[in-house]
């Protein structure tokens, strides 16, 4: 019987899924929740009424089936699913026979004519309407044919996944919701936020984000800064859109120039973050917010990790760290590019494309553009 340790295990790895939007799959076989009192103590309701809530907000598509018993609670809590299956034999329901009839009648002889008003098997509640598909046994139950058992229960979950595949892509999360829900508790005070706006798509997102949240935090004080660096003969332009954009939106932002040396030894990537940074650090907000996304997040590891970073480089970059007077943070640290991208098309965003971003004879564009790709085809 399911303990709240296991209820949280399985919530963590449904929003691991939901994380990178693998479908759900879940199979349920329980009388109910463990009753001991250590349990309690251990937060088993609580365990359950936090995965009731988590589940029915993901978006990721979940499948449930019932194997054997789903008694109670304990089985809800893990069978909140867009698809919810029934093996032939199987039962399904809030309160066992024998806790109704003690409860109604006093007595557990009742069972069957609680059992009966219950409609607990799986053709009744497929005809309530409670579940979605009742899936056949072989002669004499699941467990005198595994194989048999297991190629009808393949056949199902197969057509249901092909039937999501075909539905619109709805596991894009609400990047404002999510923005909303995950904001951190020490920044609560602050109301000066400054975003860092390249022009480019990840700085456009973040800007709109921010900007979109005000209605939420009334008491946010909204900024923008864009480091002029002086390298790309559009660099100006950039400037000038970063300047539309923040006016449209009632933003102040302010402009800063910075000048690299091309003669230096260092790398032009190297000076122009740290010429960046510098910028970053005059602000006058509490807050400065900059777009890193997790292919950023990404990339900075396994660059770390050529660089003989070892363990240490696998921490990443933080959500949340000091930077001179200011807080740093990266709230997009949990969304990909192709997410950003399907939130600037739905919102209609503008954006400029630094093409210095497919010359890979940077380091960072030859992992982004030939690394990378090879080893998603691996994993």
Request: aromatic letters at 6%.
């Amino acid at each position: 019987m399911p303990r709240p340790e296991g209820y949280r295990k399985a919530l963590r790895l449904m929003k691991l899924a939901e994380k990178f939007g693998i479908p759900i799959m879940t199979f349920v076989d329980t009388p109910g929740a463990y009753p001991g009192i250590g349990a309690e103590e251990r937060g088993q309701s609580e365990a359950i009424g936090r995965n009731l809530y988590e589940m029915a907000r993901l978006r990721v598509p979940i499948i449930c089936t019932v194997i054997g018993e789903g008694g109670s609670g304990g089985a809800l809590a893990i069978a909140v699913g867009d698809q919810v299956n029934m093996l032939q034999y199987s039962t399904y329901s809030v309160i066992s026979p024998e806790g109704c009839a003690s409860i109604l009648w006093k007595t557990a002889e009742r069972a069957s004519e609680a059992a009966e008003a219950l409609g607990i098997t799986a053709n009744r509640l497929k005809t309530l309407g409670l579940i979605d598909r009742v899936v056949n046994e072989p002669v004499g139950g699941a467990h005198r044919d595994h194989a048999q058992m297991m190629n009808a229960m393949k056949r199902v979950l197969q057509e249901q996944l092909k039937d999501f595949a075909s539905r619109p892509d709805r596991s894009a999360p609400d990047l404002l919701e999510s923005l909303l829900a995950h904001w951190p508790d020490n920044l609560s005070g602050l109301c000066a936020f400054e975003v860092g706006l390249s022009g480019g798509l990840d700085s456009m997102v973040l800007l709109s984000l921010l900007a979109r949240a005000r209605q939420y935090r009334p008491l946010l004080q909204l900024s923008a800064v864009h480091v002029h660096h002086g390298l790309n003969t559009a660099a100006d332009d950039w400037a000038l859109h970063c300047q539309d954009v923040c006016r449209q939106l009632g933003i102040s932002l302010r402009v800063e120039r910075v000048v690299i040396n091309r003669a230096a030894g260092e790398s032009l990537e190297a000076q122009a973050r740290q010429k960046r940074y510098m910028a970053f650090a005059r602000s006058a907000a509490e807050v400065l917010v900059l777009a890193h996304h997790l292919d950023d997040q990404s990339e900075t590891v396994l660059l770390q990790l050529l660089r003989g970073g070892g363990v240490r480089a696998l921490s990443g970059m933080p959500a949340l760290r000091s930077l001179e007077s200011l807080q740093l943070w990266r709230p997009l640290l949990g969304f990909t590019r192709q997410q950003l991208e399907q939130y600037a098309a739905q919102q209609g965003l503008c954006w400029v494309d630094d093409d210095s971003n497919a010359d890979i004879a940077y380091r960072r564009n030859l992992l982004r553009h030939r690394i990378m790709p090879l080893l998603q085809q691996y994993v």
